[in-house]
């Protein structure tokens, strides 16, 4: 009995300890809150702190509500935010990985749960007695969740606010002074609040949060990059002797956090090594152990970078980095001998073969070749990689990493055609953007190698073929014949008639034969070979070769195919054209080279391509070896060839790089000898003194091409022609620009010189390949090979055109304006005076004047600029007027067209005509008529300023036009007065900057 109520006393005891002690609240917070107008006459519960005394009983009731309904809830809303960025986290093992698993900026993205654990708290705290032990536990999440929302200044202030506010206080409530020898045992390094709890207390209380706030104060200050606030205040808890023991691995965290950003590493392991403790589950401990591995390895401690990689590898769940760890663990090495290579080789290949790692051979095998090429073993290397790329299903960036190591591989040891396969299956969108510029720009190059490459192996194929008896080489022909009809599914007997060819029909009086009357019993048609090639060959007699596709897929490519695909080539029969697919021993025998002059043309193929292979390996890539490889080649094989001296002396280049000097001087004595007077021959004696003659040399061809440019452009066509004859023989061909040639070639389509065009726009676009002219030669090349066909096809047209739609003549006649009184000195006026005589009108641009109304024109426009006689009407529709000087008239309707064509493509739903006005000999405008105010016009002229030069007129300089907007009035005043330097003049005055 007396046991029993003893227990009844314990029990009770128990109960009030768990509602006493789990910390005890401020009494001083007083929240100042301005309250909504609908709750302004309502109280709070927070604002009744100390109305009443705090009994045990409100005690127990205020902790209960606020820790269940508000805290708990809160903490799990936090808890998840912060799962679910860790889940969205991605690490890459070859880079030194990020601190934490997640990012803020992947937690701020979660702002409706953060909120909701803001509203939560807030909640928790106004609706409750200030005095309840748990407002430290909720201001301290309110702290935490401002920091995933990545606002760190209130996150600092929250934080900064519970150093004060939860403070030690004195016996009668007031506070202390924090670090100050003032307080009655004080320490001047004691910041922290001291737990004394006895074990009811910490068996059923949580500890106070005001030292975990100063640990998340740091953190925060470390994120704000304020690490002088930071260090200040870890160095502080760190000598604090009232600092728990319970947060010391969490000082240490963020200590090693600070020395991670600072960056200090080797301070950042020896506190991360200590803060290992403070991790939440056995994922992230080993996460942490392999960044203990690599800040161990970048401080230069080998042996501790491979135990804490070891650990990783044992504590480790996911095997991406058991992978990962077991390629730096290899790593960590001084002498290469030290390393059991085979030990870690055959323990990831163990790991390949296991069921559990299916999904990561790639991974695995990316890894294998790495270590090889660490032990330098390239053709191993090269095998664990094509494996990688064999069990990579679904994860294209770890297949894009073997395919760039492949390329990697192949390009440093110069397979050149082994390289670009590799490259081109790389997918550049994994890469970063400018290792991706970097490699297509390593592409392009590579392709420039293996198309000569590619022409070498076919050429030297062809040769042997050549050089093979006769009936060698029709056995070989006939082998590589039956291989390729077996590859397209025919018969070696076959006489492959042609699709949609002649039909061979039966007689009429025979029988068809039955396929199956031959069938035994049991055996199926299918399971016959006999009875299924006689099929076969009776289908083909009847049907001849068609495709294995239905009558509807076989119309729908048909009928996709483009025109110029359905015509056959000129001087290309229509049997040829349709039978061009088809294989035959004659067709496999046509390229062979096995006349002279069909050998001639192949040797003069591997000439030019090995010519081009050096150049391109000397120039581009820097191959030396490889380049000179290429020179002697051509040296050997073709001698006193037309290029010998320029050979000669990259040769002598190349040698120089290779440091070869004996060879250099055997070349520089030849090229003396055999080329004394050649640019090459002097390079090699005296290159600086060649050097200083060419720029004096390309000074003056750019002066002259320049000057024959002009000439072109003002119509001195047959002095331009001669000028260039002359420059040409003089400078060749190196000087010229494509605005030169186009501008050339224009001229020679005007006197009906098409071929000289066509040869000149050819020149332009293999010259001049990214110019934008380049597409445009491309293009007219097209057309005036079709020239005469195309005419004969308008002509033929019976189409009668409107009148406004006649096409302008190419040379148009000067504008005649009839005679006109003198224009009597224009007096400024609130009103401008129209001119009393009337002018000439220009058919399209300029119309009758209206009946000025002196109250509209006042509203309309500001004071105009004194002494003009033009005037501002900015809501009257505009012209655009593109000024040419000096500039021939076909030219000048060569701009007319270019700027119809951009208007129709830019501004297709505005109606815009564009018309050609000469002001006087030098001096013509192209008006663009149907913009809708001055704004528009400006808006017009800004836009096609900064895609003249490269879109619209790319073959006209920038110096030989400019863009003025023009308004209908003022257009009636420029042309009657012909004043434009005084219309620039009054431009100048409103658009400084146009």
Wanted: proline content about 5%.
């Amino acid at each position: 009995m007396t046991k029993r109520q003893g227990n009844r006393y314990i029990v009770c005891l128990i109960f009030c300890l768990t509602c006493f002690f789990t910390g005890w609240g401020q009494p001083t917070l007083d929240p100042d809150l301005k309250k909504p107008a609908k709750y302004e006459n309502r109280t709070l519960r927070a604002e009744k702190t100390g109305e009443k005394r705090f009994t045990v009983t409100r005690r127990f009731f205020q902790n209960t509500y606020t820790h269940y309904n508000y805290a708990f809830n809160a903490e799990a809303k936090l808890e998840k935010v912060v799962n679910d960025a860790k889940a969205q986290h991605i690490d890459r093992y070859t880079e030194l990985l990020p601190f934490y698993n997640y990012s803020l900026e992947a937690t701020s993205t979660q702002k409706i749960e953060l909120d909701s654990v803001i509203y939560k708290v807030n909640a928790g705290i106004l609706l409750h007695d200030l005095r309840s032990n748990w407002m430290d536990n909720l201001y301290l999440l309110m702290g935490q969740a401002y920091y995933y929302r990545n606002q760190l200044d209130s996150a600092y202030m929250t934080f900064h606010y519970m150093n004060y506010a939860f403070a030690p206080k004195d016996a009668d409530g007031y506070d202390l002074y924090i670090a100050s020898n003032a307080n009655e045992g004080g320490n001047a390094m004691q910041v922290s609040t001291e737990e004394k709890r006895n074990l009811p207390q910490r068996v059923f209380s949580e500890p106070p949060s005001r030292n975990d706030g100063l640990i998340w104060l740091i953190r925060t200050y470390i994120t704000q990059g304020n690490m002088a606030a930071a260090g200040t205040l870890i160095q502080t808890l760190q000598h604090d002797p009232t600092f728990p023991n319970r947060l010391q691995p969490a000082l240490a965290e963020v200590t090693a956090y600070y020395f991670y950003n600072r960056p200090q590493y080797d301070s950042a392991a020896w506190y991360l090594e200590k803060a290992l403790p403070q991790a939440a589950d056995k994922n992230e401990l080993s996460r942490w152990e392999y960044l203990l591995g690599q800040l161990y390895g970048l401080s230069g401690n080998r042996a501790a970078a491979k135990d804490a990689f070891a650990r990783a590898i044992k504590h480790t769940l996911n095997p991406v980095l058991e992978v990962a760890a077991q390629l730096q663990s290899t790593q960590q090495f001084d002498n290469i001998n030290e390393v059991d290579w085979q030990a870690a080789v055959a323990a990831l290949e163990k790991m390949a073969k296991k069921e559990r790692y299916t999904n990561y051979r790639d991974l695995i095998y990316y890894t294998i070749a790495r270590i090889d090429l660490r032990r330098e073993k390239l053709p191993e290397a090269q095998g664990h990689l094509l494996k990688s790329v064999k069990y990579s299903f679904n994860n294209p960036e770890q297949k894009t990493k073997s395919y760039l190591m492949l390329g990697d591989l192949a390009f440093e040891q110069q397979q050149y055609l082994n390289a670009k396969m590799f490259y081109d299956s790389v997918e550049t969108n994994q890469l970063p953007e400018a290792d991706g510029q970097n490699l297509e720009n390593r592409k392009a190059v590579l392709g420039l190698v293996t198309e000569q490459l590619y022409v070498l192996q076919r050429q030297d194929s062809l040769q042997r073929l050549a050089a093979m008896p006769e009936a060698d080489r029709t056995a070989f022909l006939k082998k590589q014949l039956k291989a390729l009809r077996k590859q397209q599914g025919l018969k070696e007997e076959e006489s492959l008639p042609q699709v949609g060819g002649p039909v061979l029909l039966p007689n009429a009086s025979s029988v068809p034969t039955d396929l199956f009357n031959t069938f035994n019993a049991g055996e199926w048609y299918f399971y016959n070979n006999s009875l299924k090639s006689r099929g076969f060959t009776e289908f083909r007699q009847k049907w001849g070769n068609r495709p294995n596709t239905d009558n509807w897929r076989r119309s729908s490519s048909a009928s996709n195919l483009e025109p110029a695909q359905q015509v056959p080539e000129a001087g290309v029969t229509g049997q040829e054209a349709e039978g061009g697919n088809e294989l035959s021993l004659e067709k496999l025998l046509a390229p062979i080279p096995l006349t002279p002059e069909q050998m001639q043309v192949s040797n003069d193929s591997i000439r030019r391509a090995q010519f081009l292979l050096g150049m391109t390996l000397q120039q581009k890539l820097e191959d030396y070896a490889g380049a000179a490889k290429a020179y002697e080649t051509i040296l050997e094989k073709f001698p006193n060839n037309e290029n010998e001296a320029e050979i000669l002396y990259n040769l002598y280049i190349c040698y120089q790089y290779l440091g070869k000097t004996d060879q250099m001087a055997q070349l520089k004595a030849k090229l003396l000898k055999d080329f004394p007077d050649s640019r090459q021959a002097h390079l090699a004696v005296d290159p600086k003194a060649v050097q200083e003659s060419d720029s004096t040399q390309v000074r003056q061809a750019t002066a002259r091409y320049e000057e024959i440019y002009n000439m072109f452009l003002s119509g001195q066509f047959t002095e331009a022609v001669d000028a260039k004859r002359a420059a040409d023989s003089v400078f060749g061909v190196h000087h010229w620009t494509p605005q030169l040639l186009y501008i050339e070639s224009i001229y020679y389509m005007k006197v009906r010189q098409d071929s000289l065009a066509i040869q000149t726009l050819g020149q332009l676009a293999t010259q001049f390949p990214d110019h934008p002219l380049a597409e445009r030669a491309t293009n007219l090349i097209s057309v005036l090979s079709r020239r005469a066909e195309i005419e004969q096809y308008l002509n033929n047209l019976q189409i009668e055109r409107p009148a406004e739609d006649s096409v302008a003549l190419p040379v148009e006649e000067p504008v005649k304006v009839e005679e006109q009184k003198a224009v009597p000195p224009v007096v400024p006026e609130p009103v401008i005076r129209e001119p009393e005589a009337k002018a000439g009108k220009v058919p399209g641009i300029v119309k009758d004047l209206p009946v000025s109304d002196s109250t509209r024109l006042k509203k309309e426009a500001p004071k105009p600029p004194a002494g003009t006689q033009f005037s501002r009407h900015a809501q009257q529709p505009h012209f655009v007027s593109i000024i040419l000087e000096d500039v021939d008239p076909v030219y000048v309707n060569e701009t007319r067209n270019a700027f119809d064509r951009y208007n129709k493509e830019k501004y297709y739903n505005t109606p815009m005509n564009v018309t050609v006005v000469s002001l006087n000999d030098k001096v013509k405008m192209v008006a663009i008529k149907g913009l809708a105010n001055e704004q528009a016009a400006v808006d017009y002229i800004k836009k096609a300023k900064e895609i003249a030069n490269r879109e619209i007129i790319p073959w006209l300089k920038a110096d030989k036009y400019y863009f003025i907007p023009v308004a209908e009035d003022n257009m009636d005043l420029l042309m009657s007065s012909k004043d434009l330097p005084g219309y620039r003049k009054f431009l100048q005055q409103l658009f400084p900057d146009l």
